[in-house]
């Protein structure tokens, strides 16, 4: 029977009505195929994934084919965002079977759980080179039944690689200094596109971590070369086909090298990390695109994102089904032609829109229709406005996208952190009350007798444990609204996260190291940790924000031990930083913190409202003006560690600024504020 109608995850429960007897991943599972002497056909995948919808609709939904795989298999299904630990294990062996990975990914195992035979999506008939699933299907099922000892020999083979490969960050005589981080940014800007802005070629990713690390760097070294390396990437994003010129939000990656034609799919965690970006170069630059994408992007996870729980959806799908239960169709929510711009906005708003928009007869996608562009702002921005609501109006009407409303701890915590940041450096409260909510949601329901649960739907946790990047992040912004309330009880929260981590999570071989899941989770072939930043940052380098953080924030007591495991794990982090700069982004937005001190800027109020207007002012000069990575908390005296002994001086609210150690004498104005944050 298909037992995935219970599950939590919106992707397996997509597959609940297969004629294929799904079920999830457990003990019971491996039992099965003990028991019945047959392989596991593990299919991972994720609900916004494009080709495990055509893979789902082409082969699980066939009744022949459902029938091979029943018949010779105990068929799991995973959700990789549900269940990281499982991909990140499967993944690795794929790859070192095929030379590539993605998804769907399609492994078959031994009832050990050791791979023998990995792929990605299949086709229902055989083209272009690749065999057709049901042919793969029997030939595996022959395998196993009259070469059981290749299998178990290639099995084992596989396993220990796999192990050799969860090996952790060595130890190296590279220092963080400015030398190397100096020698990181180089090395990226080397594979900078000047024309089309980013790094690399098609497709093309939003480097979201990098360009936070890179806006640290500029604000250490003031270097503008970087700065307009970081412009010309945010712009071409921004203004491209990736951006939602309507709704607002980032689509997950540009197939071409201009941002032009997206996959349509958009990711929390892309959006989230993005916010980040946009909302730091538009409270460094004070540029105007900057500061919309920031406002818009805010809206698209408020409105688009958001969940009657106070958590935020993980994604929307790629595909469009225009019929229920017909195939998906990629972008058909957001495309446009001419005809359909004047069918909503009349004949003269249809046609100006279409010139604003890039919106032509021939086309920029498939079959005439073109993803929306702007490169350029028109003058009339209050009929710009209009006709961007008139057209969301429009485009609501149409069938949307599928939206997975499985709310995961370290993307919210990704969201947590823009959100808070993004509103005290902008002065939007309403933003830090997003992300205040999301925190109590994730606190309430997703710690469970004091542990991290990884994920959440329609408020029922999952059992999924969490990993060390729901941790990490959960942890990063918790102490992003310490900062932005000036209240302890985030950073008391942040502190037990903090301590949970390192208790379940550290290696105790190797100080600095971690391992990305607990210490007492569900034993796999081989326990993963991978140090390498991608779409989202290793658990190990966001770990170290935390840490570092906490450090900066933290009583003595707390704070030493804190700092010490920060240097650590960034000691390991530099061999990163030196040999694969452009997979380092979070390691290098950590490490130009660290290199600060971090600065840490303590504002101590005055009681009493006789200078309640200049001890605001001095808080939001603060706020605007500390760079990235800054420790920025503002209190009544000895409300938290930070302002211990750190009074105010007189009525009169006093800005402490320490970067490690040495603290400049207190200031009372803004201007010796900003003269102060400018040493």
Not at 239 to 266: C, M, N, T
Not at 478 to 484: E, G, K, T, V
Not at 568 to 574: D, E, F, K, S
Request: charged share 25%; hydrophobic share 45%.
């Amino acid at each position: 029977m298909n037992r995935l109608g219970s599950a939590t995850s919106p992707y397996l429960r997509q597959h609940a009505d297969n004629p294929v007897h799904w079920r999830e991943w457990d003990a019971d599972a491996l039992a099965e195929a003990r028991e019945r002497d047959v392989p596991i056909l593990l299919s991972v995948g994720y609900a916004s994934c494009h080709w495990c919808h055509v893979m789902a609709h082409e082969s699980f939904e066939d009744a022949e084919t459902a029938a091979v795989m029943n018949e010779h298999y105990v068929c799991v299904k995973v959700d990789r965002e549900e269940r990281p630990d499982l991909d990140a294990v499967y993944m690795s062996a794929t790859v070192a079977m095929t030379g590539q990975g993605g998804w769907p990914m399609t492994c078959f195992l031994t009832p050990a759980g050791e791979p023998f035979y990995c792929g990605t999506y299949y086709p229902k008939v055989p083209r272009g080179g690749m065999p057709s699933f049901t042919q793969v299907l029997t030939a595996v099922a022959e395998t196993w039944r009259t070469r059981r000892d290749e299998v178990d020999q290639a099995s084992a083979q596989v396993a220990e690689a796999l192990r050799g490969q969860m090996q952790g960050l060595p130890e190296t005589e590279i220092r963080i200094d400015a030398d190397l981080l100096a020698h990181a940014v180089a090395a990226v800007l080397r594979d900078e596109d000047a024309e089309h802005g980013g790094f690399g070629g098609a497709p093309k990713f939003p480097p979201s971590a990098l360009l936070e690390g890179l806006l640290r760097h500029v604000e250490r070294t003031g270097d503008t070369a970087v700065l307009d390396a970081i412009g010309r990437t945010a712009s071409a994003m921004a203004r491209g086909g990736i951006y939602d010129q309507i709704g607002g939000g980032f689509a997950r990656y540009s197939v071409d090298a201009a941002w032009l034609v997206p996959h349509f799919e958009k990711m929390l965690y892309d959006n989230a990390q993005l916010l980040r970006c946009y909302a730091h170069l538009a409270r460094r630059t004070a540029d105007p695109l900057a500061r919309r994408v920031t406002e818009e992007t805010v809206d698209f996870l408020l409105d688009d994102l958001g969940t009657g729980t106070g958590g935020f959806a993980s994604a929307l799908d790629a595909d469009t089904r225009l019929e229920p239960g017909g195939p998906g169709v990629e972008g058909a929510t957001y495309v446009w032609t001419p005809a359909e711009l004047v069918g909503a906005l009349g004949p003269i708003d249809g046609a100006w829109a279409g010139e604003v928009f890039g919106v032509s007869t021939a086309g920029n996608f498939e079959q005439g229709t073109s993803v929306l562009t702007r490169y350029a702002d028109p003058e009339d921005a209050e009929r710009l406005e209009r006709v961007r609501a008139a057209l969301r109006a429009s485009r609501d009407n149409r069938p949307q996208p599928a939206r997975d409303d499985k709310v995961v701890t370290a993307w919210n915590g990704m969201a947590i952190t823009a959100l808070a940041e993004a509103g005290s450096a902008l002065g939007r409260p309403d933003w830090v009350n997003a992300a205040l909510r999301c925190a109590d949601y994730l606190l309430d329901a997703h710690v469970v007798d004091g542990r991290v649960r990884r994920a959440s739907l329609d408020g029922l946790v999952g059992t999924a444990p969490g990993i060390l990047e729901d941790h990490a992040w959960l942890a990063v912004g918790l102490l992003s609204l310490h900062q932005a309330t000036g209240e302890l009880v985030w950073l008391e929260r942040a502190q037990r996260l903090l301590d949970t981590a390192i208790q379940h999570f550290a290696d105790p071989e190797s100080p600095g190291s971690w391992f990305d899941t607990a210490a007492d989770a569900e034993t796999l072939v081989a326990r993963p940790r991978d140090p390498i930043d991608g779409a989202t940052p290793a658990g190990a380098s966001v770990l170290a924000e935390a840490l570092l953080t906490a450090s900066a924030a933290s009583a003595p007591e707390h704070a030493e031990r804190y700092r010490l495991l920060a240097e650590q794990t960034l000691r390991r982090g530099a061999v990163v930083l030196a040999r694969a700069p452009r997979s380092a982004g979070q390691w290098l937005t950590v490490a130009e913190a660290a290199l600060r001190g971090p600065l840490q800027v303590a504002v101590a109020l005055p009681d009493g409202n006789e200078s309640a207007a200049a001890a605001r002012d001095l808080v939001e000069a603060a706020r605007l003006g500390a760079p990235g990575g800054s420790v920025v908390v503002a209190a009544a005296r000895d409300a938290v560690p930070l302002l211990a002994e750190r009074p105010p001086l007189g009525s009169d609210a006093a800005a402490y600024v320490c970067r490690g150690t040495v603290c400049d004498l207190p200031v009372t104005t803004v201007e010796d504020l900003a003269a102060a944050l400018a040493r």
